[in-house]
């Protein structure tokens, strides 16, 4: 991503997308309407805990995203 900052709720859609999932089966998931769901698309930043029952649901580490992130910081 270099020097980007990191888009979650893009980050979120895509993988939902690449799983082939729908909004609907998502919203259910997380026991909220489908609105909601397209909230969290546009969202920049999202709290940690949304973050980690959207990760757990989806079976993928979005922390990671974080991670790579942090690390590309640490290069000199």
């Not at 980050?11 to 026991?31: G, M, V």
Request: charged fraction near 30%; glycine fraction near 2%.
């Amino acid at each position: 991503m270099s020097n980007e900052v990191i888009h979650i709720g893009e980050a979120i859609k895509n993988e939902l997308l690449k799983q082939e999932r729908t909004i609907t089966w998502l919203a259910r998931k997380l026991y909220c309407d489908r609105s909601n769901i397209y909230d969290i698309f546009k969202r920049h930043s999202i709290d940690s805990l949304l973050l980690l029952r959207i990760s757990i649901i989806l079976n993928y580490n979005f922390f990671s995203l974080y991670d790579k992130e942090f690390l590309k910081g640490e290069q000199p």
